[in-house]
């Protein structure tokens, strides 16, 4: 499968609205066998973490950000900040998640006037 940066982003904004931690969610558009794909790519890259509650014979699981999680998608939120950063990826012809990361960081400096 391949991995989708937007995907990544709509799950990142569905855990945060989420009033607890969510199991995973149907999201138009997108099958479900590739949004749980996607919430496994976001576990290994370290932007949600399995929360587990409760006594082991009633305990209930979900996904919740993790604070890398939440630096992330502070960085993506902002819609036109988030195309810029897909235009300049494929103009580059893809880049790596950490690059990604890092220009958004940094277009969120330019932003504030930081850099």
């Known amino acids: 499968m391949k991995r989708d940066l ?5 799950l990142l904004l569905a855990l ?5 931690s969510l199991t995973v969610p149907a999201l ?3 099958s479900g066998e590739l949004v749980s794909y996607h919430f496994l790519l976001l576990r290994d890259a370290g ?5 587990e509650r409760g006594p082991p014979h009633r305990r ?6 993790t604070w890398e999680g939440h630096e992330l998608l502070d960085a993506a ?5 988030w195309q810029k950063a897909k235009s300049l ?6 880049v790596t998640f950490d690059v990604l990361k890092t220009l958004l960081t940094d277009l ?3 932003t504030l006037g930081l850099s």
Request: proline content about 3%.
């Open 6 to 10: 937007d995907l990544v982003r709509e």
């Open 16 to 20: 945060e609205a989420a009033e607890t």
């Open 28 to 30: 138009a558009g997108y």
């Open 47 to 51: 932007l949600v973490t399995l929360d």
């Open 60 to 65: 209930k699981s979900g996904y919740r950000l």
């Open 77 to 81: 939120r902002e819609p036109h900040r």
């Open 89 to 94: 990826i494929e103009a580059a012809g893809g």
């Open 108 to 110: 969120a400096k330019q």
